[in-house]
């Protein structure tokens, strides 16, 4: 399934700052960036389980917030891309 996640992270400190790096790591630890601080995630319900763990112990939730929008299977059809990012495919090949 298709997750996009965005987040928000209050970086007006070093404990905010340290959570953003964080956050985003575990992001690109399962998905691709999108902008800043939005990313495409193709997961299976487990590896979103997980995710969404990790994410939700990182946050201070009283300063931060997180959203998952859920484009399921048939996402393919859900999302356009104009503009200058190149985009990619999530199920393609991976080049290293």
């Known amino acids: 399934m298709m997750v996009l996640i965005t987040y928000d992270v209050r970086t007006e400190n070093a404990e905010g700052m340290k959570r953003l790096r964080k956050v985003a790591k575990q992001c690109q630890n399962y998905g691709q960036r999108v902008q800043n601080s939005v990313f495409e995630c193709l997961v299976d319900p487990v ?41 990619y495919d999530p199920e393609g090949v991976l080049t290293v």
């Open 47 to 87: 590896q979103f389980a997980q995710l969404r763990k990790q994410l939700e112990q990182i946050i201070d939730p009283n300063e931060d917030s997180l959203r998952y929008y859920y484009l399921g299977s048939n996402w393919k059809n859900r999302v356009e891309h104009v503009g200058a990012k190149v985009t």
